[in-house]
């Protein structure tokens, strides 16, 4: 009986890493975007978090993406 | 259409019966926290887990024939074999959908299959060590990788989103939760739908009807796919309101972070070769994100309930599976017998599970009447868990007295058992 330790550290490691980073990315997504309507409410703008924002929501659209391959392929 | 003979016949529509309570038992994989935490109204979120798991089961052609190689020696498996199988799975995921439960359908299925090939080749059919390494190991293992991975993925949200505004908060964890769910409906569509397919060719191989190492045909995954959606559009509501509301309380942070956890584990243990369950990796990551909160819980109470249930789920499915291979000996006669048992029973859980519906209606109410759940377990798992012999004989008897009293004597029987369960529940 062999066990793939190796295999199973590898998909703690990643599940975790991944699941943290995609949910950092999106929380701080969600922060610029709140930054962004806030400073639109009072007249101004607040550009750089909205592209910040941007940014975050692309990086997670491309993780789903990937996750879609995966399962494809 | 190739040859099929009756039996043949018989095992090709209990594999698509096995599929749709794979469907309705597992939706709450996908759809659990989205519905609890509002995010889709319930049948919204049915409907839209039910259309991904159908384009799920036709995206991938890669036959996940694995269910079966490897843990049973091929050369033992008879069309028999295969029917004794899905009759253990399908009772057990009709019983730990009766009393709300998630369980795997994976292992209800392998534990079918250990059983049946154990009772008809005996037990150098089954190769114990393959056994540990993919089933008992990824049952530990699931819940624990989903848990940490979801506990600390609810703290570092909560954390940095500690500001962001109401009305962007709502909007947007509540898209996170749908394209995280859609990615847990869709890999559950490619991965549980082939496993039907590898089932139902591996019956059509294993009757002569196909060549040995030939592709499913084409009527074998469409029926697999829509059989599986249709389970899943069903709606195992009861297993619902428990990973969504019973095992704790989420808000939709935690959901998010929860079905998050879920996708990534599922996606890099299909993808780095050490397969996990599903079910074992949501219910791990509803429970983690539920510790990730401040002053979160979880009730331990009911997610003990659960371990026993994964527990058990192998050996009674085996045991259910050996009974009806032992039975089937007979021949033709002992097939019919399974069969008409097989119906009767899930006759007779469904009228048990009349007698306190859950529906998309009050999925997320919390149920006052949680006493009497304890009470429940217990009847319905001496009733799985008789041995063979027994089960042999429930099967003989069921069969012959469906059509009279005994049925309805079924239903009271399980009453008694009720109002003594508070009591120890307390």
Known sequence: MKIDWAALGSVFGVSLSATVALVALFTLGLVGLSKHEAATEQGGTATLARSGAYACFALVAGAVAYGIYLIVS | ?426
């Open chain 2, 1 to 426: 259409m190739e040859h099929i003979t009756l039996l043949l016949g018989i095992v090709i529509i209990t594999a698509l019966v096995f599929d749709f309570t794979n469907g309705f038992h597992d939706t709450a994989n996908a759809m659990a926290t989205t519905i609890s935490t509002g995010a889709l109204k319930p049948k919204t979120a049915v409907a839209m887990s039910a259309v991904l798991n159908l384009v799920g089961a036709f995206m991938s052609v890669e036959v996940a024939k694995t269910i079966s190689k490897g843990l049973v020696n091929e050369e033992g498996i008879q069309p028999e074999v295969i029917f004794a199988a899905l009759v253990g799975a399908i009772l057990w995921n009709l019983v730990t959908w009766l009393v709300g439960l998630p369980s795997s359908s994976s292992h209800a299925l392998m534990g079918g299959l250990v059983g049946a090939a154990v009772a008809s080749a005996g037990l150098g059919a089954v190769n114990g060590g393959t056994l540990v390494t993919k089933v008992l190991l990824p049952a530990v293992a699931a819940p624990i990788v989903a848990g940490a991975a979801a506990m600390l993925a609810a703290k570092v949200t909560y954390k940095l989103g500690g500001n962001v505004g109401r009305k962007t908060s709502a909007k947007g964890y509540k898209a996170g939760q749908i394209a995280s769910a859609g990615l847990v409906s869709l890999a559950h569509g490619t991965n549980d739908a082939q496993k039907t397919m590898g089932i139902i060719t591996l019956a059509l191989v294993a009757g002569g009807a196909l060549a040995p190492g030939s592709n499913p045909p084409v009527w074998v995954i469409v029926s697999a796919g829509m059989a599986i959606a249709m389970g899943t559009y069903l709606g195992g509501w009861r297993i619902i309101r428990t990973m969504g509301s019973g095992l704790t309380d989420l808000q939709p942070q935690q959901g998010f972070a929860a079905q998050t956890s879920a996708a990534s584990v599922i996606l890099a243990s299909s993808t780095l070769g050490f397969s996990l369950s599903t079910t074992h990796a949501c219910s791990g990551a509803v429970m983690g994100a539920g510790l990730g909160r401040k002053g979160g819980v979880v009730r331990w109470s009911t997610a003990s309930r659960m371990f026993i249930a994964w527990g058990l789920t192998l050996p009674a499915a085996a045991v259910v599976a050996s009974g009806a291979e032992l039975v089937m000996r007979t021949g033709d006669v002992g097939v019919a017998a399974v069969a008409l048992f097989l119906a009767a029973s899930c006759v007779a859980i469904w009228l048990i599970s009349r007698r306190q519906v859950v529906d998309h209606s009050n999925v997320n109410e919390v149920q006052p009447a949680a006493a009497e759940e304890p009470g429940v377990v217990t009847t319905a798992m001496a009733a799985v868990t008789v041995p063979p012999t027994l089960a042999a004989e429930a099967a003989a008897g069921t069969t012959a007295a469906v059509t009279d009293e005994a049925l309805k004597a079924t239903i009271p029987a399980a009453t008694p058992a009720a109002p003594a369960a508070p009591a120890a529940a307390v």
